[in-house]
């Protein structure tokens, strides 16, 4: 076989699979909390895929532990194939490697995540020093050239964080993240305590980036409206797992699952004075971690709960073209069921 065969199959095989291949992860805490519950995720090169819940569902703790970021004695169990190779499994030399050249995280809160007493520019050359081997010059020219691509001007690399904006902060930790050419960005919250036309720079920058590099991004946040305008498809995250699933716009305006709906529907709509004037919220608050109700973990908080929703728990099934759901109302519509003994409304036949 000729090394230009070779190198053609190699490519066809890499482009069958996706580029993040998540399958049962499962991460428990020390504590005994259970953060992750069997969560299935899968990103390929190029695609948008937005992670949503409130806080304490395990958004941030599925972005940590795809680069294995958790803290020492959290339990981690099932796969994470990044590029065909499964993280979890990896040495730990091979995982230094990966974070920031393999996949990089934009961490909420750019303030608390740049180095205070470092200027900005050392900051985004020091992963290219380690992961690049560049020559310390080297290094400062990549740092600039980054800056300017995400919209700031290269001589800001010798200012502190304490004299750049929120905005301005947060464009920083984009450039650090594509400073090693990942192939897959997390963006923990990139908006968060962001001023709405700062915020909209910021998603039409990472677009912008998705588009032209290629990359896989997961955006994480507890806005389903940013989510929608820039991710393809939308997971939906309640007690460590994910309870729905599909294109992003639809997950947002055709919710199927109670949370998703009720997660849309805390949101004013432009035009739509009901929603204006009146916001529908949820009561209550995620379950502790560790301390879950049996059954699904939603039917607490759930207005659409039946009896069996507090002793069954619901498994993510189909609830339309390339979407799922994990409610027990979305199975009785798929199947075509009756309805169950226990929904039977009082007075009905």
Known sequence: MTTETTETTTAGATAGRPLLDVRDLTVTYASGAAAVRGVDLSVAAGQKLGVAGESGCGKSTLALALLRLLPAGTKVTGEIQLDGEDVLTMKWGRVRAVRWAGASIVFQGAMHSLNAVHRIGDQIAE???????????????????LLEHVGLPGARADAYPHELSGGQRQRVMIAMALACDPRLIVADEPTTALDVMIQAQILRLIEQLV????LGLIMISHDLAVLSDTCDRLAVMYAGRVVEEGPAREVYERARHPYGKALSAAFPRIGDLSSRFAPQGLPGDPPDPSALPSGCTFHPRCPEAIASCSTDDQALRAAGPARRAACVHVGAEAEGAARPADQVVEGAP
């Open 127 to 145: 992963p290219i020093l380690l992961h690049k081997k560049a020559t310390p010059a080297g290094a400062k020219k990549k740092a600039r050239e």
């Open 211 to 214: 588009a032209e590099q290629d």
